[in-house]
């Protein structure tokens, strides 16, 4: 096997595979007689079947198939030993007035595109400068965070009367003109309704100032129309209703009424265990603390996007545009030219900032430890449970769930990269020069509208 390359430019390369019988005869051979072993034809006993009868009915097929596999290893090896950094995969050149004889052919030449990936240099130094934001903290911002501790710790109670924000519950059912309940008509027991959810104004005040076994009849597609709070109201699946309306009836059973909790000893305790907050001025230095820690992270964000815009606006170099094009056309079975053309401005972008990424790391030895990645997954872990409301999963529950998160391929590399992300991130941080300023949170939030 003959493997030559032609540089059409910096970016751009035709490599040439040229493969003859002696290449590919023997390992086609080998499948072949594997063929035959294994083969169970009518008419010939297990294993017996003439090697011709096997060529006849495989032989082309395993040809082309060992031909392919042939290349692919070779093509491999060869960039891989001449240490040529491609981007995509090599694209087959093909001509229209060229066939391919592989049944009677032996010998074949295939010529295949290569994007090459472009050399560069960073030049971030000390004379640029990036801004770290640092929120304020004010008032309102501690206000809000302590009412919604009370929220989270909140409870619901009976009422006798209720009101805009009060849950109703109780028994629906569809009236006709007349209030009458339609015989046999839709109806729902141990339904919940949320005064403050209802749409129409009018309806809205014929829910307030209800008691215990007081009904009350309205528009249920005016009330909410939204088929899916219907669906929930009358307990049934959203499909079953969407041409629903018409009156119905709500007999209220309970009213329940949201109370947060109240600021005190008990909500301390409840919050950060027994005894740690005794006061209130303790408990607003608490959630202080806890903003600050919120809103830094925040700010970090911000700064390592700002880190990596630079980077990015200071690294000029140059990318095989057209091959990329192509091989995403070839990469996307579904994908449009055009569709590529309206995102190749960010794929381009994302693919500048993955070859940099790749040079910082090689470049300073960046590695990733599999204590980092389990550290990393069970950070993840933690942030997930959360969000489900999961605050009490012990440490032996987090890090299982990590080392499972981490057997899955996919889920190992998409933490790999956020760790590599940070690790070149951090690495470039120290490189430039960082400037503190102090602002509002929405002068902040307005440094994401651009």
Not at 178 to 183: E, H, L, R, T, Y
Request: proline share 2%; charged share 35%; no cysteine.
């Amino acid at each position: 096997m003959d493997i030559s390359r032609e540089n059409k430019d910096d970016l751009n390369a035709v490599l040439t595979v040229k493969i003859s019988k002696s290449d590919y005869d023997e390992r086609v051979e080998t499948v072949l007689k594997d063929y035959r072993r294994k083969a169970n034809i009518k008419g010939f006993r297990p294993g017996m079947v003439p090697i011709g009868v096997i060529r006849s009915m495989y032989g082309n097929a395993v040809k082309v198939d060992e031909i392919n596999k042939l290349i692919s290893e070779n093509v491999h090896k060869y960039l891989v030993d001449e240490k040529i950094d491609i981007l995509g995969d090599p694209l087959p050149l093909t001509d229209e007035n060229e066939k391919t004889d592989f049944i009677h052919d032996d010998e074949f030449t295939f010529s295949f595109e290569l994007g090459l990936a472009p050399s560069f240099e960073l030049t971030l130094g000390k004379g640029d400068r990036v801004t770290f934001h640092e929120i304020i903290i004010d008032d309102k911002m501690k206000k809000d965070y302590a009412d919604s501790y009370a929220r989270r710790f909140g409870e619901f109670r009976k009422a006798e009367a209720s009101g805009e924000k009060d849950i109703l519950k109780g028994r629906i059912e569809a009236v006709d003109e007349n209030g009458a309940v339609i015989p046999e008509g839709i109806s729902a027991d141990e339904t919940s309704l949320s005064v403050d959810m209802v749409r129409d104004e009018e309806i809205k005040k014929s829910f307030i100032g209800l008691a215990e076994n007081d009904s009350v009849v309205f528009s249920i597609r005016k009330a909410f129309p939204n088929t899916a709070e219907i669906a929930g109201l009358l307990r049934m699946e959203s499909r079953n209703a969407e041409n629903i309306e018409g009156d119905f009836r709500l007999t209220v059973k309970e009213i329940s009424r949201f109370y947060p909790a109240e600021t005190g000893p008990d909500l301390y305790n409840r919050i950060y265990g027994e005894g740690v907050v005794s006061d209130e001025e303790e408990f607003m230095q608490k959630i202080e603390e806890e903003i600050s820690a919120n809103l830094r992270k925040e700010s970090e964000f911000k700064l390592m996007q700002d880190v990596r815009k630079l980077t990015l606006d200071k690294t000029e170099f140059r990318l095989p545009e057209e091959f990329l094009k192509k091989w995403l056309m070839k990469a996307g079975e579904k994908t449009s030219s055009e569709e590529i053309e309206n995102e190749f401005g960010t794929f381009i972008q994302d693919l500048k900032w993955q070859l940099i990424k790749n040079k910082v790391a090689k470049d300073n030895e960046i590695q990733i430890s599999p204590e980092e990645m389990q550290e990393e997954a069970e950070k993840i872990t933690r942030f997930q449970f959360s969000q489900y409301g999961l605050y009490y999963a012990t440490d032996e529950q987090i890090s299982g769930y990590a080392r499972e998160t981490l057997q899955r391929e996919a889920d190992a590399k998409r933490i790999a990269d956020k760790i590599l992300d940070d690790k070149v991130l951090n690495t470039l941080k120290e490189v430039v020069e960082i400037e503190n300023k102090k602002v509002t949170a929405e002068e902040f939030n307005k440094l994401f509208e651009n």
